[in-house]
């Protein structure tokens, strides 16, 4: 049995596979070539957008046609605009055992809820490797019976880990908060109000000046995390302070948030939003504190045994965030034949 993982990339102007925005399929690379599957390239020109996507259907193309039937696929959804899926899910069906790393549902995030377009793509494969059960019960109620599922519960995050984080014996009340900065929009909302703590940003670029209580701090390499400041690691995301609400805020019920996995890199316990979908699992393995509201934060980080979650988060760092979890996973599907 061929265990192939299909990698897409482009032939100008990248010296490696994935930039800083793609960490999360770099990582997922890197343990599927561990873990028993034999990588096939799918190289596209990434000169222009109409270009790009030409070469990457004819890439594409070429490789299912070039493989042997029966092979088991690994692929990183989403990886083609949806509206091309139809061209190939009859022989991706038909030919092989697909299998797909989830890495977003684009549909739910940008529209709330997920499309028919994206039903398709989705049933194109025979098993779904997603985010939390939240995710898993979503797609159960909307796709066909026929497709298997294993749950990530956090994505892995291969990093050299904060060691001087890990040192500290006391809470302090830095919260860390890092991303695309410009898309969060409560960030706005949360510089104009009086916080009993103080947040740090890592970004790209500053999206509005320095106040009081939440100061820029640059950004960082991503698989250089030890120089990252703040004892708290913050998942939020939306149009408000006072819950995570619009689509990018209700996306987090059904998600793992990359930040997550980030924060316990560095060596951080997390604050989440209580309504996610990784509430239920900070709470089970003691890693971090649970908020209704960004108000809350100051009262809760006072409340929490900080030194009892550090020792929690060192525990989910080496049994998940290394990516012991997702080997486990994928090896399972390399030995089931």
């Known amino acids: 049995m061929n265990n192939i993982l299909v990698t897409f990339k482009p032939k100008l102007g990248e010296t490696q596979f994935f930039n800083a925005s793609n960490k999360a399929q770099a990582d997922v690379r890197l343990i599927a070539l561990k873990s028993g599957f034999v990588e096939r390239l799918v190289e596209y020109n990434n000169r222009g957008r109409f270009i790009s996507l030409v ?26 605009p949806l509206w091309i899926h139809w061209c190939f899910s009859g022989i991706m069906r038909s030919k092989f055992y697909c299998i797909a790393v989830v890495h977003d549902l684009n549909s739910v995030r940008e529209h709330g809820k997920l499309n028919r377009q994206e039903q398709g793509a989705l049933s194109t494969f025979k098993k779904l490797i997603v985010h939390t059960p939240s995710m898993k019960e979503l797609l159960t109620s909307r796709l ?7 749950v990530l519960e956090i994505f892995p995050y291969l990093a050299k880990p904060n060691l001087d984080q890990k040192a500290l014996k006391t809470s302090s009340d830095t919260v ?3 991303g695309n900065l410009h898309k969060s929009f409560f960030l706005k909302d949360l510089s104009e109000r009086n916080l009993d703590y103080t947040v740090f940003l890592y970004g790209a670029s500053r999206p509005f000046s320095d106040s009081l209580a939440i100061v820029y701090k640059g950004s960082f390499v991503p698989d250089e995390v030890e120089g990252v400041d703040g004892t708290w690691g913050l998942v939020w995301d939306g149009e408000s302070c006072d819950e995570c609400s619009g689509h990018y805020g209700e996306y987090l019920e059904i998600i793992a948030s990359h930040k997550i996995s980030l924060y316990i890199a560095c060596g951080k316990p997390v604050i989440v939003w209580s309504k996610s979908a990784m509430a239920s699992f900070v709470s089970k393995h003691g890693i971090g504190i649970l908020v209704d509201r960004l108000d809350h934060i100051g009262r809760a980080i006072r409340k929490a045994d900080y030194n009892q979650m550090l020792k929690s988060v060192e525990c989910v760092s080496r049994d998940y965030i290394s990516g012991n979890y997702l080997s486990s996973i994928i090896k399972q599907i390399c030995n089931n034949d």
Do not use: C, M, N
């Not at 890439?59 to 083609?80: C, D, H, N, T």
């Not at 066909?144 to 294993?150: A, K, L, N, Q, V």
């Open 55 to 80: 070469t990457r259907i004819i890439g594409f193309a070429q490789l299912l046609y070039s493989l042997p039937k029966g092979s088991k696929l690994l692929i990183q959804y989403p990886f083609l």
């Open 144 to 150: 066909t019976s026929d497709i298997e599922y294993g």
């Open 176 to 178: 860390v908060f890092a």
